[in-house]
């Protein structure tokens, strides 16, 4: 995941999210993930600042979970998986089968 470069892959910086420097960013970020998935997920997920064709971006590594990660959306929870270039959302007994197979009974 890298914040600050658009879909075409032209640089847009992180400046236009305004905040007042990196740390706020970041803390930012980690407050949203933590409120989000749950703070025991953060080891799977490694933010840093980099430059990116001499813009200031922040790219995420994302490993692999080895347990389900659903996004906590108001008082419901979400499954979503990558399919392709895109995330589809998995319900019910998709999300069952789905889960099943990828990380065991």
Not at 34 to 45: S, W
């Amino acid at each position: 995941l890298v914040i600050g470069v658009a879909d075409d892959g032209e640089p847009v910086g992180i400046d236009a999210d305004k905040f007042p420097n990196e740390d706020r960013m970041y803390l930012h970020l980690v407050n949203l993930i933590k409120d989000r998935v749950g703070a025991a997920h953060m080891m799977y997920l490694h933010p840093r600042f980099d430059d990116y064709d001499h813009t200031r971006v922040l790219a995420v590594e994302c490993l692999r979970s080895k347990s389900p990660v659903f996004v906590k959306d108001g008082k419901q929870e979400r499954f979503y998986v990558r399919t392709g270039a895109a995330t589809t959302e998995l319900m019910g007994a998709q999300a069952q089968e789905f889960i099943k197979q990828r990380f065991g009974d």
